[in-house]
């Protein structure tokens, strides 16, 4: 079994975005960055802040990104209830977008 970083990257990422284990996982980073005792201690001027900012980095992306898909899924759900029906006879609005793919023939 190899270790790698991006295979530890791969399960934080996969595991925040389940449900079911989200805020233990944002608890525990945060729980370990405020922690003095990690992998390098922040006592040692340098490295001891280096695994601290890619951690904190990490969580911040990840929960911006779910903050980000979340705000979509909203949106689309509420553009998707008040669209109107295209088969509608009673709808005043007339406009609809195609789009299409064009390809030159020669």
Same mark, same amino acid.
């Given at each position: ?7 530890? =990257?791969?399960? =934080?990422?996969? *595991?925040?975005?389940?449900?079911? =284990? ?33 951690? +904190? *980095?990490?969580?911040?992306?990840? +929960? ?17 209830? +008040? ?9 005043? *609005? *007339?406009?609809?977008? +195609? ?8």
């Amino acid at each position: 079994m190899s270790f790698s970083i991006q295979s530890l =990257y791969t399960w =934080y990422r996969n *595991t925040i975005r389940n449900p079911k =284990y989200r805020w233990w996982i944002i608890a525990g980073t945060l729980a370990y960055v405020l922690s003095p005792f990690d992998i390098s201690p922040d006592f040692i001027p340098i490295a001891g802040q280096i695994d601290d900012i890619a951690i +904190v *980095t990490l969580l911040v992306a990840e +929960v911006s990104q779910m903050a980000v898909e979340f705000i979509k899924l909203r949106r689309g759900k509420k553009d998707v209830a +008040v669209a109107p029906d295209i088969n509608d006879k009673d709808s005043t *609005t *007339t406009d609809t977008t +195609v789009d299409v793919d064009a390809v030159s023939v020669k």
